[in-house]
């Protein structure tokens, strides 16, 4: 696999014999720097696991801690080709790993806009919640495969495969396509919630300083993942020899820390804060709201 550029084949390399610019990353990735990711990841999975089992939220728990071991498998990925610039087993294992991780926080994220409605006001949404998280989370495991499949065409084929990276970019870009609507949906139900207070068919009980600083994090975190996925169809838009690749600096700033401050903001602002199940009243105002056809719930 070599290039204009001279890029040495997987395995024809190492440190001791070829610069480290004949690797398919110029560069060698930071010990240091992804060392430090996987301890945060590590961290934040640990406290997610914590208040998922003190505020019940075992769903949201779940989701974040594959994604999270996902992300340590990838950074470790990019430890071993700080070793060895040149190993294609490493290479795959973190542009897959890293590529799909946040597919799993997308997830949890979406299920949160369906119990967000159901507390506030189930009347003001356009149509039953549970369709919320019935169409996104199909659509996060669609985008889980392709990118998977991507990365498999990529790995059966020393990384050679157009169609691979295509199928990736695919994905990547389907996920974005989703969290956009998923964006439009949950501003569109804010408003028309705003609207029904104003109007009186609706009230604002449970929009409380809690569920607000929930929202904000919420908010946050989503800001963040899009901004990632946006990166990661720009960096692999050029395939595994394009210039974007060639990058540390912007990959840490665009990827990692994009990431890794969107996981501890749902760790900041928690869902547990206001979904705990073992508050039963909380939903009431909620019910009260609901001032459309009746609408069945989904247990998450």
Known sequence: ???????????????????????????????????????????????????GIRW?????????????????????GRIMMYNDPWSFTAFIMQIVTITFAPVFFTAAIYIQLYKSILKLSPGSALFKPALYFQIFIPADV??????????????QSDGSSKTGVNIGLAGLSFQVI???????????????????????????ENLD???????????????????????????????????????????????????????????????GLVFDPRKEANTSAGEKNLHRASESSVEV
């Open 209 to 271: 300083g809690r569920f607000k600083w929930f929202l904000g994090f919420l908010t946050l975190a989503i800001t963040l993942i899009f901004i990632r996925c946006s990166y990661r169809i720009y960096e692999l838009s050029g395939g595994y020899s394009g210039s974007a690749l060639h990058s540390q600096p912007e990959f840490i700033a665009l990827e990692s820390c994009m990431v890794i401050i969107a996981v501890y903001a749902l760790n900041i602002g928690h869902p």
């Open 56 to 76: 019940r939220q075992r769903t949201f728990a779940i989701l974040m801690a594959m994604g999270c071991v996902s992300e340590m498998i990838g950074y470790g």
């Open 178 to 204: 989703c969290l956009f609507i998923f964006v439009v949906l949950s501003l569109v139900f804010a408003w028309s919630y705003r609207r029904d207070i104003k109007a009186g068919r609706a009230t604002a």
């Open 1 to 51: 696999m070599s290039d204009s550029q001279g890029q040495a084949d997987w395995g024809e390399c190492t440190i001791a014999t070829c610069s480290v610019e004949r690797s398919i990353f110029q560069y060698r990735p930071s010990l240091v720097a992804n060392s430090l990711f996987i301890a945060l990841f590590g961290i934040s999975m640990f406290i997610h696991i914590y208040q």
């Open 142 to 155: 669609i985008s889980l495969v392709l990118q998977s499949v991507g990365g498999a065409m990529s790995s």
